[in-house]
């Protein structure tokens, strides 16, 4: 889809009952991987477009995936891996809208927006599939450049041998989207920063039940700065735990089996966003607002991957929304 043609009426999503444990399943060989992969041929310069397809993995049998490997073509703006309850497939690349299915029950498990993204599930944590499972691929492409190019990405998933249980992964997705959607960024700035978020399971998660194991921040074309800390409130500075720079190419955050985030009492993620319109090519004329588009758009989002999963996505309905 063309971004500068649409507008945009985000989904709200609660949470959704815990999925058990994933029972030992017949025997897989260690060390195979399945993969799938979109992409779309050629790309003029300066369009901006997301398609999505529709596949079905090719296991035959129950897998867990501990390990997660996208690796994107120049051009790439985010892919984006959903476990779907699509029954048709529907492999040609088509233009969509982005988090469109995800009221309909199909949920992202990954978000890649790097040249290459690794997502290494902690010690007997896993996602798990049942045989031939759909999924859903969603890239956004940007040709910032003056060439045609072709836009691709591949997603690798790593199955595990069989025969252990594993505790269920899942993400959560947290953002500022009312300062965003109201005051908006304003054009000729060079340091604008929203004020901050927080998050702390609203009353209705507890994250003291919870350990995270990524995460990763995602701004668009403005964007000078995601930080994001473990605090106690919104004006609890907190302790840093993430701070990137990179609107276009944001670092995942990892965290090993000895180091996964946890949270006490009252605690939660602080995030705040910083933007930048001075050197923007475009250069804004006008106040930036939330949106789809990464050059005409801004957006402030967090996504966290965790376990043991109690819903697919924190969203508006829960409060993570500032």
Known sequence: MRHALIGFAFLVAGCQSSPPASPPGPPAPMGSSLSVEIGIPAIAAGVEETVCTTV???????????????????????????????????????????????????????????ASTTVQL??????????????????????????????????TLAVAPAGQT????????????????????????????????????????DLTALKLFALTGHEHHLGAEVTVSKSTSLTDPGTMLY??????????????DAHLLTFAAGEGLRWQCTYDSMDAVPKPTDVTHFGLSAVSNEMCFVWAYYFPSVGHLIMGADGAFQ
């Open 56 to 114: 079905q993995l090719p296991n035959t049998t129950d897998i867990d995936v501990t390990q997660l490997v996208a690796v994107l073509a120049p051009g790439s703006h985010h892919l984006i891996l959903y476990r779907s309850t699509e029954t048709v497939e529907a492999p040609t690349p088509t233009p969509c809208m982005p988090f469109e299915g995800i009221a309909a029950g199909i949920v992202p498990i990954l978000i890649a927006e790097k």
């Open 166 to 205: 594993y505790l269920a992964a899942d993400l959560m997705l947290m953002g500022s989207l009312k300062q965003l959607s109201g005051a908006g960024v304003p054009p000729d700035t060079q340091a604008f920063t929203l004020d901050p978020g927080f998050y702390d399971g609203a009353g209705k998660i």
């Open 122 to 155: 902690p010690t007997g944590v896993a996602y798990h599939f049942p045989p031939n499972q759909m999924v859903r691929l969603e890239a956004h492409y940007l040709n910032a450049s003056t060439a045609t190019i072709a836009g691709k990405g591949t997603v």
């Open 243 to 256: 701070d990137d720079k990179s609107w276009d190419n944001p670092e995942l955050k990892s965290f090993d």
